[in-house]
Nanobody, 126 residues
């Protein structure tokens, strides 16, 4: 079992920045693909960004490419999501997720991820 705890959400004006963090409870975290998903009210949970076990591969959805950056520090059991140039449409609950069955391949379907954090709210005002 892996517990994931997100932090860093908040209210920001359009064009602003936030940095989300996700701390994992186990060192085996360093073997897993990690990802960020988000879910807006009335919408399905969607893939935002993912990163391979060593950070060599990262993937971002088209909607955030060029604005968001995912990274990880395995020594701290932590994955980050740096969000710049935020837009009102980025408003959602952001979830950290772990895929213990993959170290390299970043999958974009939420059903592929076994462990989830509780989520952190990001609100962007216009």
């Amino acid at each position: 079992q892996v517990q994931l705890v997100e932090s860093g959400g908040g209210l920001v004006q359009a064009g602003g920045s936030l940095r989300l963090s996700c701390v994992a409870s186990r060192r085996t975290f360093s073997n897993y693909v990690m990802a960020w998903f988000r879910q807006a009210p009335g919408k399905e949970r969607e893939f935002v960004s993912g990163i391979s076990w060593n950070g060599a591969r990262t993937y971002h959805s088209d909607s955030v490419k060029g604005r968001f950056t995912i990274s990880r520090d395995n020594a701290k059991n932590t994955v980050y999501l740096q969000m710049n140039s935020l837009k009102p449409e980025d408003t959602a609950v952001y979830y950290c997720a772990a895929d213990p069955l993959s170290s390299v391949l970043v999958r974009t379907a939420a059903r592929e991820y076994e462990y989830w954090g509780q989520g952190t709210q990001v609100s962007v005002s216009s």
